[in-house]
């Protein structure tokens, strides 16, 4: 997931774009269905989820990396925990 392999700018942080992602994933699990429709949230997770089916296996590692990465420097537990989880919630790996 480099900068240079997505076609980005190699100068490009990637970490803003996979926290506004991480924003809308968790706004998706955790809205109520008064904020959201479940099927229309869920139907969202699902596409995002497909999306980060396509990176390589190589990809994949860089990517739970990064979250990792993320997670730790995050100062909210509960956002910290819900990054941590990405990998298997959206089928990436499957540890825990």
């Known amino acids: 997931m480099s900068a240079s392999s997505s076609g980005l700018g190699s100068d490009m942080n990637p970490e803003p774009l996979v926290r506004a ?8 699990e955790e809205c109520g269905p008064d904020e959201v429709d479940p099927d229309t949230a869920v139907r969202g997770l699902e596409h995002m989820g497909y999306e980060l089916l396509q990176y390589t296996d190589s990809e994949r590692e860089e990517f739970r990396e990064l979250l990792e990465r993320m997670a730790s420097s995050e100062g909210d537990a509960h956002m910290a925990e819900f990054i941590r989880g990405i990998p298997f919630a959206m089928g990436l790996t499957e540890e825990q």
Not at 21 to 27: K, P
């Open 21 to 28: 992602m991480l924003v809308a994933m968790m706004l998706l």
